[in-house]
């Protein structure tokens, strides 16, 4: 894929208000001075933070890490569909998310009541995850950072276990 623009902001500079697009020099050569601006543009310190987790994310190969984690943490979740109401799960790299609703799974008939998102995410924290429901639906989003190892996606995945066995059990 060769995109004509990218569009990037939050992370890019670890925490730090800075935002970027990178697209052709064609597209800019349209451009009149002063059409592009914003509220994050300009800062020295974040500009360096920015440079800084570049650097990082290219040298301890955070990339390859998002990628085989996020297989990791796709293929567990899809596991627990068959013994809970996940519908879905969705996302690529580390942006996973997790649908709950109607299913027939292993010959059960599983159902997940309005609010059961919220519910999960709930009993999540007292399993040590931080976890946020997502969108109309009744999904959650696991957004882990790209320096997350297999042995924390591994806790991640038994505590969101215990997590929905706690929900569903009740």
């Given at each position: 894929m060769d995109p004509d623009m990218v569009i990037f902001a939050k992370g890019i500079a670890s925490g730090y208000p800075f935002a970027g697009i990178a697209?052709?020099?064609?597209?800019?050569?349209?451009?009149?001075?002063g059409t592009m601006g914003g509220t994050y543009g300009?800062?020295?310190?974040?500009?360096?933070?920015?440079?800084?987790?570049?650097?990082a994310i290219e040298s301890e190969g955070m990339l390859d890490n998002a990628t085989q984690r996020g297989v990791q943490l796709m293929k567990g979740l899809i596991k627990l569909a068959d013994k809970y109401p996940i519908i879905d799960v969705r996302g690529r790299g580390l942006?996973?998310?997790?649908?709950?609703?109607?299913s027939s799974s292993s010959g059960n008939?599983?159902?997940?009541e309005k609010g059961v998102a919220a519910?999960?995410?709930?009993?999540?924290?007292?399993?040590?995850?931080?976890l946020m429901s997502a969108g109309a639906r009744e999904s959650i989003r696991f957004l882990p950072p790209l320096n997350v190892t297999a042995g924390e996606i591994d806790q991640c995945l038994d505590g969101f276990e215990a997590s929905c066995r706690e929900v569903f059990a009740a």
């Open positions: 697209t052709k020099e064609s597209y800019f050569d349209n451009m009149q001075p300009g800062n020295a310190v974040a500009c360096a933070a920015a440079v800084a987790t570049i650097q942006m996973v998310g997790v649908e709950f609703g109607s008939r599983l159902h997940a519910k999960v995410t709930k009993a999540a924290f007292k399993h040590n995850l931080l």
